[in-house]
């Protein structure tokens, strides 16, 4: 292969512009060496977009001659005879692994080719030289390129949503010889491409990465392809849109692979219909989660959700967890997949089974709440403020335990919005930057004026756990000591946890959410991509340890007890560290010069 870094000088929007035009004219046989000046190339550019039986290639002109607007022929000359050296197919590889770099191509969606992913993905479908293949949301280098450079007969239908990368798509076909490769350019939820005398045609095998930041109204989409047949697509349920028509365009054997973020697998009402409904109708087969840094342009970590319509594992979902040790490498740009990763995933989908910490097979039942898999993969590994622990899974089963919301009420706090801030001393609210320290400081906390009626309900009262459900701090809890001195609030992202027996001291239930079993439970129910949260449902199934009233009581001596010993050998240790400085001090000759305060005073 000719060296390619003699293009490096020139990396700039300017370079891949007439990289394109250069791949475009060789491949249209022209002669390259007739082309003198930057016009020429440009009329010659246009004539062939303009005459293309894809109409959509005009972008590319439109493209190129935007990019060569400021070059003068000089320059022009030196780029172009520099890129001119090079085949179609060198330089389409060249421009294929810089898209994923640099910023020059339409960046619509979060998601940019991972090489792992693609070859995983590959290897999941597992193409027949004679099915039919779709990928439905296509990109310049997604799983479909390495499908067509190993069978360039291989019948391939591309939607892409962006004409510009439409336009690239168009040259990776023509450099790779695509013979049965169609490519169209709209979005396939609002108008698929793919429709012979009003029949919307289906696929053997199907693959979609969908943009994860969706900028169209689901207004547009209509339903004469029966794509909303598992529930009404919404502005909330885009994603869970992509994988219905995703459905609704497999045929009665095909697999899908398509890619979809944590915050779709939980959450919302309209996400949760459309969800379940899929989800009951037994077509998935199983979800791969992945850790952050496999998308180039988003610290999103990404799922892959396996569509089977010949599914071996009935009304059944397999797990796996593949952020293990082994299975995945860091490089320059992404995270990847490592080859054992990507076997022993594959050898999972081929034979699944439950492994302790990668994965697990769930009944479709206990899917109906989330399909998140850290909530369906069982650990005996798990990491605890910056500690690794081994559990005993048996005995942790063993334990007797009983529902949060059976001993105490759980109540969420007040949505506060700007206009409620006061400036006015009174009613206060209680917000997670207050939890920093265990001793709340009521006079520093903001002030909030709301109507009486919806006050009573937030306040904090003595012997109330107050918790945090969200944010950095989750699962931070804080126990009431006494009667607060005022009014005060919790904001929404805090829980109050109240006894239902009055007279019951939950002193012992906060020393419990702060031990390493809450915790353990705490990291296995909490869901979110960028920001953790725990659903009221999941706190009110919180496993509570059940205690006799004298073992309550023992917890809380001798929790009591040790909190005293350990502030006695802070206030020791404090003491000689003052010490030491004024030893130290006094070895400088510094006494008369730094006078503590209650000293100084005594003058």
């Known amino acids: 292969m000719n060296d390619l870094k003699e293009l490096d000088s ?65 320059v022009f000359s030196s780029i172009y005879n520099s890129v001119s050296k090079f085949s179609p197919q060198v330089l389409m590889n060249w421009f294929n692994d810089m898209s994923i770099q640099q910023n020059f191509r339409p960046q619509r969606s979060s998601f940019v080719n991972n090489k792992s992913l693609n070859n995983l993905v590959t290897k999941i479908i597992n193409l027949d030289s004679d099915n039919t ?12 390129l390495q499908i067509l450079k190993s069978n360039p007969y291989q019948k391939i239908t591309l939607q892409a949503t962006d004409p510009l990368e439409a336009c690239f798509i168009y040259l990776n076909i023509q450099v790779n010889n695509g013979r049965n490769t169609v490519i169209h350019n709209k979005n396939f939820l609002t108008q698929p491409g793919y429709v012979k005398d009003g029949v919307m045609n289906t696929f053997d095998r199907i693959v979609t990465f969908p943009p994860l930041q969706n ?5 547009l989409i209509k339903n004469s392809f029966n794509k909303s047949k598992y529930g009404t697509i919404t502005s909330k349920n885009i994603l869970w849109g ?25 959450g919302t ?25 496999f998308l180039t342009h988003s610290i999103k970590p990404i799922n892959l959700l396996i569509i089977n319509n010949r599914k071996k594992l009935k009304n059944k979902i397999l797990f796996i967890d593949a952020n293990q040790k082994d299975w995945i490498t860091s490089q320059s740009h ?55 622990y081994h559990l005993n899974l048996f005995q942790i089963k063993k334990m007797d335990t009983i529902p949060l919301d059976s001993i105490a009420y759980i109540k969420r706090g007040y949505n506060m919005i700007v206009k409620d801030k006061s400036s006015r001393p009174g009613l206060k609210i209680l917000k997670i930057a207050d939890l920093a320290n265990d001793n709340i400081d009521y006079s520093q906390l903001e002030s909030i004026d709301v109507l009486p ?44 946890i109240r006894p239902k027996d009055a007279s019951h001291n939950l002193k012992w239930l906060y020393i419990y959410l702060n031990s390493l ?5 705490i990291k296995k129910v909490q869901s979110g991509s960028t920001v953790s949260s725990l659903s009221i449902k999941d706190l009110a199934n919180f496993p509570i340890p059940v205690l006799s009233s004298k073992a309550e009581q023992r917890v809380i001596e001798h929790y009591e007890k040790g909190t005293q010993s350990i502030n006695l050998l802070k206030k020791e240790l404090a003491k000689k560290e003052r010490d030491l400085n004024n030893t130290i001090n006094h070895s400088f000759g510094l006494d008369n010069i730094f006078i503590p305060e209650s000293e100084n005073d005594d003058l």
């Not at 293949?133 to 479909?144: C, K, M, R, V």
């Not at 900028?215 to 207004?219: A, E, G, I, L, V």
């Not at 009573?456 to 699962?475: A, C, E, M, P, T």
């Open 10 to 74: 020139f990396k700039s929007p300017a370079l891949f512009a007439i990289l394109c035009g250069v791949v475009l004219l060789k491949m249209q046989e022209k002669e390259i060496n007739t082309i003198d000046n930057k016009s020429q190339f440009l009329n010659t550019i246009q004539n062939l977009t303009k005459n293309s039986k894809f109409n959509t290639l005009i972008e590319l002109y439109k493209w190129i001659s935007l990019n060569t607007a400021s070059l003068d022929n000089k």
């Open 133 to 144: 293949f779709l990928e439905a949301t296509a990109t310049i280098n997604g799983p479909w």
């Open 242 to 266: 992509y994988i219905s028509n995703t459905i609704s365009t497999l045929n009665s054997t095909g697999r899908a692979v398509t890619c979809i973020s944590n915050g779709d697998l939980f």
């Open 517 to 521: 079993l809450a915790k353990y439970y």
């Open 334 to 388: 992404t995270t990847q997949l490592t080859e054992r990763g990507i076997a022993k995933i594959v050898q999972l989908l081929n034979s699944p089974q439950c492994i302790t910490n990668i994965s697990n097979i769930v009944n479709i039942k206990n899917c109906q709440e989330t399909l998140m898999v850290n909530k369906h993969v069982e650990k005996n590994l798990v990491s605890i403020d910056n500690t690794i």
């Open 453 to 496: 009626n919806i006050t009573d309900k937030y306040l904090i009262h003595q012997n109330d756990i107050v918790f945090s459900v969200r944010g950095q701090q989750v699962g931070k809890a804080i126990f009431i000591k006494e009667e607060p001195d005022r009014r005060v609030m919790i904001s929404y992202n805090l829980v109050i």
């Open 215 to 219: 900028h169209f109204s689901p207004k």
């Open 269 to 293: 009402a309209s996400r949760k219909q459309i969800r379940n409904t899929i989800v009951n109708s037994d077509k998935i087969e199983a979800i791969i989660s992945f850790p952050s840094g």
